[in-house]
């Protein structure tokens, strides 16, 4: 068995937050490296312990004409290039319980549970069953006492490397809403909480069948989350989200990584929580 633990999320001197962050998916390899280089270069800098996101397919989309990946194996290959060249751990989503030993088997270190599958058993005990870290995303439909249930799953396979991801609650049918009450009660089950912050500013179910977003307020969410305790941070980000070929409504432009992360690095350095 492949075994996975959280030890590379810890730093040992900066006793800062982690961070998740890249494109939503993989669009293709070019910009797929630029993202991650320039990620690095700046968790480098601000001693954040980084994880490379990049889903190498997205099955939940709307509409059928959605994009949804390069490939199976072509996202899973680009993103083993990128572990290996960048020397960065990896996570990406998986949908069915297939998925778990195929992304495995390319290198992935953390399997993400996409919200709305958080409730599959047959998904957590599969994810469970590699080794590695499994990151459970709360449903938008969940309570939070609810995602103790979903670790269990994993636990109870043997594996204890768990992660719990906020990621906004379905507010009416198309918006979210953080309550961040959540953080502190997850973090009581004893994993790391992760705060999703730009798909909890997602605006769901528009008429055109490709979901909106307050990229405006990315930096509020990110902020709140330090405050409240959010052991990482969640953030999809894209070098021109106009562009992007999933999700651009609600990421971050590149360019504003650093000055948000900065502004996050002093919240912590506070130590208010």
């Known amino acids: 068995m492949s075994t996975g633990n959280l030890d590379f999320l810890n730093s040992k001197n900066s006793g800062n937050f982690f961070l998740l962050a890249g494109p939503c998916v993989v669009e293709n390899e070019g910009v797929t490296r630029e993202i991650a280089q320039r990620i690095k270069e700046i968790t480098t800098k601000l001693s954040i312990p980084f994880v490379f996101k990049a889903s190498y397919r997205k099955a939940n989309r709307s509409k059928a004409d959605s994009y949804t990946g390069p490939g199976d194996i072509q996202g899973?290959?680009?993103?083993?290039?990128?572990?290996?060249?960048?020397?960065?751990?990896?996570?990406?989503?998986?949908?069915?319980?297939?998925?778990?030993?195929?992304?495995?088997?390319?290198?992935?270190?953390?399997?993400?549970?996409?919200?709305?599958?958080?409730?599959?058993?047959?998904?957590?005990?599969?994810?469970?069953?590699?080794?590695?870290?499994?990151?459970?995303?709360?449903?938008?439909?969940?309570?939070?006492?609810?995602?103790?249930?979903?670790?269990?799953?994993?636990?109870?396979?043997?594996?204890?490397?768990?992660?719990?991801?906020?990621?906004?609650?379905?507010?009416?049918?198309?918006?979210?809403?953080?309550?961040?009450?959540?953080?502190?009660?997850?973090?009581?089950?004893?994993?790391?909480?992760?705060?999703?912050?730009?798909?909890?500013?997602?605006?769901?179910?528009?008429s055109s069948g490709v979901t909106g977003g307050r990229p405006d307020l990315i930096s509020t969410i990110a902020k709140a989350g330090i405050v409240t305790g959010a052991d990482g941070i969640f953030i999809e980000t894209h070098p021109d989200p106009s562009q992007a070929l999933s999700d651009g409504a609600n990421m971050l432009k590149l360019s504003n990584l650093e000055s948000l992360l900065k502004t996050l690095v002093a919240i912590k350095a506070l130590d208010i929580y």
């Open 76 to 206: 899973l290959e680009i993103l083993q290039r990128i572990k290996e060249d960048f020397n960065l751990p990896i996570v990406t989503d998986i949908h069915n319980p297939s998925e778990a030993s195929l992304a495995a088997s390319y290198g992935v270190d953390i399997l993400q549970i996409p919200a709305f599958l958080s409730r599959q058993t047959d998904l957590l005990e599969a994810a469970a069953e590699t080794g590695k870290v499994v990151n459970i995303k709360k449903g938008q439909f969940l309570a939070p006492i609810s995602m103790k249930f979903a670790a269990e799953k994993v636990v109870n396979k043997g594996n204890n490397n768990v992660m719990l991801t906020e990621r906004g609650t379905q507010f009416g049918y198309s918006d979210l809403i953080v309550d961040f009450r959540s953080i502190p009660e997850m973090k009581s089950f004893g994993f790391p909480v992760v705060l999703d912050v730009t798909h909890s500013l997602q605006q769901p179910n528009q």
